[in-house]
Structures are given as C-alpha cells and as structure tokens.
C-alpha cells in the first residue's frame, strides 16, 4: 500500500492524496452486484483539478492519436529515405543532369590553366626577368586577381551568367594561346602581358560564376550534397594540373598550353547548349530548363 501511494503522489505530482484514495475505499465498500466497476471506471475518468481544461480521452480521441503518431513515424521514414547526400545525389533524376554540370564546371574551371599561372607564374617570369623584378610581378598578379574578381561581382547580376561566363572563357581561350605562343617563340614581353591577360579575363567570370551556377541549380534540399560534389571536384582539378603541368611541359614543350585552350572551348561548347541563364529565375524555372 504505502509503494502505491507513493506512485500515486509521483502521477498526481502533489503530497495531498489522501481524499482520493479515501473517496476510493468508500466506493469499494459501498459497491454491490456489479456496480463497482462502472463506479471505478467514472471515478478514473474524472479530470484532475489541475488538468481540468484537458477533455478526457474517447476512444475516437485515442485511436486519432495513435493514427497520428503512425502518420507521423511514416513521414519520418518517408523523409529518411528521400534525403540527399553526397552518396545518393546522382540517383535522383531531378538532381542528375545539375550534378554532372556542376561538376563539369567545376573540372572544366581548372583545366583552363589558370593554376599554371598562379603556381608557376614565378618560374615562367624568372626564365624572362631577375628574380627581385619576378617575384613584384607575381605579386601584381595576384593583385590582379582580387580585383577582377571583384569587379566580377559587381557586374554578374546586371549582365548574367552566361554573358560573363562565355566572354570570360573566350578572353581565356585567346589569352593562353598568345601565353603559349609568346613562351615558344621567345617573346618576352608578349608572355608577361598574356600572364596578365589570363587572370583578367578568368577572375570576373569562370572564376566566380561556376561557384555561384552550383548555388543556384539546386534546392534546398540538395544544396549541401551538390556544393560538397562541386568543391570536391574543383580541388581534384587542381590537384591533377599542379602534378601533371610541369611533366606535361617537359615532353610537350610549351604545346602544352594547346590542352588548356581545347578543354576551353569543349567545355564551352558543352555550356552554350546545356547551361541555362539563371539571373532572375526561380530554382522551378532553372530547374524545368536544365
């Protein structure tokens, strides 16, 4: 007896029960021929005081709550199996052809040779200058680059993407030709100018616009796994130009420089017909384009 009512006053939440338990046993002395149970039963259904505002539960009310909590658990699993990650993002049809376009410009981004004049911009100068006058120019470029790119998002949402990404890659395609020319003939001063050619014309479009593309392809729901993909992709680019240029240079001589500007105008190509303009459109609208 004295564990029930110590239960009884944790379920009450109060000390003071011993008018219930009171006004039990004179119900269970009180009860004859079958009355006791409907007496116990109307007495267990009575609100407590504290919860008075609470309507006691019907067997409608229990069986809508079980029903919710079925519904409930569905949905979770429901959810479960239809979120994106990093793993399954190509196995939805919706995120498939962005997936592969994101990717595209991404891998496509480093193959264009910009890397090659940020990590051997030094060694290329050093070849023409001293090395004091080499290493101010390669600070200049990197100068360069800063604000070009910023000058790139000022004026990606007044002209769009694809106007900036298509001039920027075309003013690329040029610029590394003329860097490749002017390192095999010998012209100095032509190979330092296209140096800079290069990243002015990389740094305001195919710099920063596959990155803002890979935002705006997907929802929501597939923006973590798709940005996960397209960084993944980008540092795999650079890891595979940083290792392969200087061998690539060796054996090749500055004919190297002719892979970069064919992966230019692929992977131009490619984006002319598949990358849709984004500027001004919903994510249902890119998506219905792509």
Not at 5 to 26: H, Y
Not at 85 to 103: C, G
Not at 197 to 220: C, I, K, M, N, Q
Request: glycine fraction near 6%.
């Amino acid at each position: 007896r004295a564990e029930a009512r110590n239960i009884l006053r944790k379920l009450r939440q109060t000390a003071n029960i011993d008018n219930e338990v009171a006004g039990w046993q004179s119900i269970a002395h009180s009860d004859t021929d079958g009355a006791q149970p409907a007496r116990l039963e109307a007495s267990c259904e009575t609100p407590d005081p504290d919860n008075a505002h609470e309507p006691p539960l019907t067997g409608n009310t229990r069986d809508d709550i079980v029903k919710a909590n079925d519904e409930d658990e569905l949905l979770e699993l429901r959810s479960e199996r239809n979120s994106v990650t990093i793993f399954n993002i190509f196995t939805f049809a919706e995120y498939r052809k962005p997936w592969m376009l994101v990717l595209l410009l991404q891998f496509g981004q480093q193959l264009s040779g910009i890397n090659t004049v940020f990590f051997y911009s030094s060694s290329v100068l050093e070849k023409i200058f001293s090395s004091h006058v080499s290493s101010i120019l390669t600070v200049m470029i990197g100068v360069l680059n800063v604000l070009a790119t910023a000058s790139g998002a000022l004026i990606v949402d007044r002209f769009g993407r694809r106007p900036l990404l298509f001039s920027s890659m075309a003013a690329m395609a040029v610029s590394v030709t003329l860097l490749g020319l002017g390192l095999a003939l010998k012209l100095n001063m032509l190979a330092v100018v296209s140096l800079y050619l290069v990243v002015a014309s990389f740094a305001p479009g195919y710099g920063p616009v596959p990155f803002l593309l890979g935002t705006e392809f997907f929802d929501v729901r597939a923006a973590g796994a798709g940005g996960s993909w397209a960084l993944a992709a980008n540092w795999v680019g650079t890891f595979m130009v940083a290792v392969a240029f200087l061998p690539l240079q060796n054996l090749m001589g500055e004919w190297v420089f002719a892979i970069f500007v064919s992966a230019l105008i692929v992977c131009g190509v490619v984006f002319y017909f598949k990358i849709p303009e984004t500027k001004g459109h919903t994510i249902e609208e890119i998506a219905k384009k792509l």
